[in-house]
């Protein structure tokens, strides 16, 4: 299974970016958890948000921002993420598998995003 991320970038502050992640080697049921998790330099890695069975779990740091779904056409979980701030300041990395919000069946490359003020 490989995860492939991309839509990383340097915005504003109050800008948007849209994170995807493509999965190859495997189709992941909707049952199947996947999201997004990040690290920041110096920071441990940190759980942003996930989604199974079509409902989402967010970081209190990202809910009302950010909003996880899903393509099943295309295999992949998205990443809108909306009134960004520089402490969003990150390498995100997809993950499927998740359980509970630190174990990780497969990891993707991560995706740096940077937030400037």
């Known amino acids: 299974v490989q995860l492939q991320a991309s839509g990383g970038g340097l915005v504003q502050a109050g800008g948007s970016l849209r994170l995807s992640c493509a999965a190859s080697?495997?189709?992941?049921?909707?049952?199947?958890?996947v999201g997004w998790f990040r690290q920041a330099p110096g920071m441990e890695r940190e759980f942003v948000a996930a989604?199974?069975?079509?409902?989402?779990y967010y970081a209190d740091s990202v809910k009302g921002r950010f909003t996880i779904f899903r393509d099943n056409t295309n295999n992949t979980v998205l990443l809108q993420m909306n009134s960004l701030k520089p402490e969003d300041t990150a390498v995100y990395y997809c993950?499927?598998?998740?359980?509970?919000?630190?174990?990780?069946?497969?990891w993707g490359k991560g995706t740096q995003v940077t937030v400037s003020s």
């Open positions: 993950a499927a598998g998740i359980v509970g919000n630190s174990e990780v069946e497969y």
């Open positions: 989604i199974r069975w079509g409902t989402a």
């Open positions: 080697g495997r189709t992941f049921s909707s049952g199947y958890t």
